[in-house]
């Protein structure tokens, strides 16, 4: 046990005095360098695979204008939208349904 926490403590103290060493540009300052790169590196691929999982959630996810029932605060909600010819828009009739 105690040659485990001797070993770590040497480990530390070899890479302090390493990062506090003379070099011409300060280890400390590669350091941070490189821990601020590799911060990024891992923010950058978790914001890929972010948007590649959203676009493949909007593939598989139906049309929004098939979006016409929903239940709020346990009521069921249903609009039905048709397609107006006055209008190039869409026209919503909005319909609650307490006891589908």
Do not use: C
Not at 12 to 21: E, K, N, Q, S
Not at 36 to 48: A, D, E, P, Q, T
Not at 65 to 76: A, C, H, M
């Amino acid at each position: 046990m105690w040659r485990g926490i001797t070993v770590a403590w040497h480990g530390i103290t070899v890479a302090w005095a390493f990062l506090l060493g003379t070099t011409t540009v300060r280890r400390w300052v590669l350091g941070a360098f490189m821990l601020g790169s590799g911060l990024f590196i891992l923010l950058l691929i978790g914001v890929l695979l972010i948007a590649r999982q959203a676009k493949k959630q909007t593939q598989d996810s139906p049309e929004w204008r098939s979006y016409t029932s929903d239940n709020f605060y346990g009521l069921k909600w249903v609009w039905p939208v048709r397609r107006s010819p006055a209008k190039s828009g869409f026209t919503a009739k909005v319909a609650s349904v307490l006891f589908p």
